[in-house]
C-alpha cells in the first residue's frame, strides 16, 4: 500500500492484471474475494469495503487518497 498503513496491514492482496479472458478474470476475482473474507475473518476483523475505520478491507485507490503521509 505504501505511506503509514503498511505497518498496520494484516495482508495485502492485489489481483493480477494480466488475464486472457473475461472467464479467466472471473474465475480469478471469486478466489480474490473468498481469499479477502478468509484473512479478514482470520485477523477478526470486519467485512467493511473503504470505511473510515481502520479496520476492515481496503482498495488500492482508497489508501492512495485517504492514507496519512
Known amino acids: 500500500v505504501g505511506g503509514g498503513w503498511n ?7 492485489e489481483l493480477i492484471e494480466s488475464h486472457s479472458t473475461k472467464e479467466e478474470f ?21 467485512k467493511t ?7 476492515g478491507i481496503k482498495t488500492h485507490e482508497y489508501c492512495t487518497n485517504n492514507q496519512p503521509n
Open 7 to 13: 505497518a498496520e496491514t494484516y495482508a495485502a492482496v
Open 26 to 46: 472471473m474465475a480469478d476475482y471469486r478466489l480474490y474475494i473468498e481469499l479477502l473474507r478468509n484473512l479478514a475473518d482470520e485477523a477478526g476483523l470486519p
Open 49 to 55: 469495503l473503504d470505511t473510515g475505520s481502520l479496520a
